[in-house]
């Protein structure tokens, strides 16, 4: 499972780059998330996989004991979680108010000056 995850978060990456270049601004949102998505896999994994582990220290020790997780990029993730979702949120405001605007979903036709 430990060598699974890099490679997911590797073809999570590349979907949603892939998504992010095409030219309609839905397939721009789905990889918007994808690429959220992608990053918090890849702080779970730079954080360490620990099974059974625990991220405090035992009542009477100075040191947590081996194997313990690392709280830190717990923390990271969960702000990542809700950074993503507002980011998210806004992008599809966003988009959807432009196509309430010009009537099209495709960055070439938004390129005009005419519409505007």
């Known amino acids: 499972m430990e060598i699974l995850l890099p490679f997911l978060t590797g073809i999570l990456f590349s979907v949603s780059l892939y998504f992010i270049l095409h030219r309609h601004l839905f397939k721009l949102i789905l990889g918007i998330i994808l690429f959220g998505l992608a990053t918090n896999l890849f702080l779970f994994v730079v954080g ?3 099974r059974g582990g625990i991220a405090i220290i035992a009542q009477g020790n100075d040191l947590p004991s081996e194997p313990y997780a690392d709280p830190v990029p717990q923390a990271l993730l969960l702000t ?14 966003l988009i959807k108010r432009v196509y309430q605007t010009f009537k099209s979903n495709n960055l070439d036709d938004l390129n005009n000056n005419e519409k505007i």
């Open 48 to 50: 360490g996989m620990t």
């Open 80 to 93: 990542a979680i809700v950074i993503g979702f507002g980011i998210q949120a806004f992008a599809i405001v």
